[in-house]
């Protein structure tokens, strides 16, 4: 570990100039109306779209901020629930950074941090949430020695105590969500298809921390930030690869300054491992699919083109876009520990998402993000729908032949 994490410590009121400038112009409502073909998708913030009331997008929280600050306004349950709505998947940063140079989500991110300093953040549903992390160090409140198990039964190495060419770095709820099991088997079959060494921490992998961060416990976070990056350098491991995009986002953002080790997403490595020939797709795929950007994957770290080329790679597979994509695309609605604390209201958000993918007449929509798979598959059961949820690696891996 290179430094201490406390060093990379923002507050609320380094982002004044942002706050207090927004000119309330609502570029951050909607989406880049240029690369959008119908207007019935001109929208771009969840929560905004869903509630209606200017408080409940970016430029809305923006207000807050600053009247909060000047402490012109005190923080009642209302304002509670226009900061929690907020799935923070960075429409809004998307639309107004370019044009005003501002960092709104970042704004409403620092937001909760000082509500959970001040001790009047959270709300009544995320406190299980917190026990469960406190208590298992895992975000479903499950046994560690549980992750032990995933060794024999998936065929890698113990990373704790062997060393390994790439250190899979599973995430809770690919480790713990018996339906999520599929997606892990072809994650480590592809990887060993492609000639890897791989490996995993078992019980020494923690939750990464990423519920605590969007949530506003930064020390907590820490505190998970900490210990995972020191047991995952200890591993020696070359690359560290990650499974979920929550995970992918965390790392990316937070660790890499302070690993050694390099870290990948896994779409990352394997449309690399597809392109210098160390995996074929040669079985061929039926359908027409859809990519859906996960805001993590996708907006935070700007991964858009590697699933693509995934996808391009399988023979037979039809690709279209979402009208939203890439930059614009809508979230699925599980963003911001938001619906776990409104289900309802994330599960609409799921279900527009559906819409889309009805509407650009996709037989699947294809991700690789556990908590987009989880919410997606609510909003094709809310809407009935024909359409399916796929994640990439269980589809590719059905692609691919062995070496
Ligand atoms: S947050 Fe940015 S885009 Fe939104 S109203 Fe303020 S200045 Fe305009
Ligand atoms: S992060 Fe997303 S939900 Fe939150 S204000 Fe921005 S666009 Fe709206």
């Known amino acids: ?147 032990d198990k995933l060794i024999k039964e998936l065929g890698v190495k113990d990373a704790s105590k062997e060393k390994c060419k790439v250190l899979l770095f599973l995430g809770c709820k690919y480790t713990f969500k018996s339906e999520m099991k599929e997606t892990l088997k072809s994650a480590v079959s592809l990887l060993k298809k492609a000639g890897v060494d791989v490996g995993i921490l078992g019980s020494k992998e923690l939750c990464c921390g990423a519920p605590l961060l969007e949530l506003g416990d930064r020390d907590f976070f820490e505190a998970f930030a900490v210990e995972n990056i020191k047991r995952i350098d200890a591993a020696g491991a070359e690359t560290v690869i990650t499974l979920c995009s929550h995970c992918a986002s965390v790392f990316g953002e937070e660790y890499a300054t ?13 449309s690399e491992a597809l392109a210098n020939g160390n995996l074929k797709a040669s079985k061929k795929a039926k359908g027409t699919v859809a990519w ?22 399988i023979p037979g597979l039809k690709r279209v876009e979402f009208e939203r994509s890439k930059g614009n695309a809508m979230c699925c609605g599980g963003g911001g520990m938001a619906a776990q604390a409104y289900p309802e209201y994330g599960l609409d958000v799921a279900k527009e998402r559906v819409f889309e993918a009805e ?38 891996d059905e692609c691919v032949g062995g070496k």
């Not at 300093?117 to 406190?127: K, T, V, Y």
């Not at 302070?258 to 394997?270: C, D, F, P």
């Open 292 to 313: 859906h950007d996960p805001c993590r994957l996708g907006r935070r770290l700007k991964v858009y083109d590697e699933p693509r080329a995934i996808l391009d790679a």
């Open 258 to 270: 302070y690993m050694e080790t390099k870290t990948q997403h896994i779409t990352q490595y394997l």
């Open 1 to 147: 570990m290179k430094e201490n994490l406390t060093k990379a410590r923002e507050v609320l009121a380094q982002y004044r100039e942002d706050y207090a400038v927004c000119s309330k112009c609502k570029i951050c409502h909607g989406v880049n109306v240029q690369e959008v073909n119908h207007a019935r998708f001109f929208r771009g913030c969840p929560s905004g779209a869903c509630f209606g009331f200017e408080a409940y997008y970016a430029s809305g929280r923006m207000e807050l901020a600053r009247a909060l600050s000047l402490h012109e306004i005190e923080p009642t349950d209302q304002y509670k629930h226009a900061l929690y709505t907020c799935m923070e998947c960075g429409s809004c940063q998307e639309q107004c950074y370019p044009v005003k140079q501002m960092w709104p989500l970042r704004v409403i991110e620092l937001l909760r941090e000082k509500a959970v300093a001040e001790g009047w953040g959270l709300l009544p549903e995320h406190e299980p949430i917190l026990k469960r992390l406190e208590e298992t160090d895992n975000f479903y409140g499950k046994p560690q020695a549980d992750r």
């Open 359 to 396: 509407f650009v007449e996709v037989d699947k929509i294809v991700t690789a993000c556990p908590w987009c798979e989880e919410m997606l598959q609510n909003g094709i059961d809310g809407r009935k729908s024909k359409v399916k949820i796929e994640n990439i690696l269980t589809l590719l």
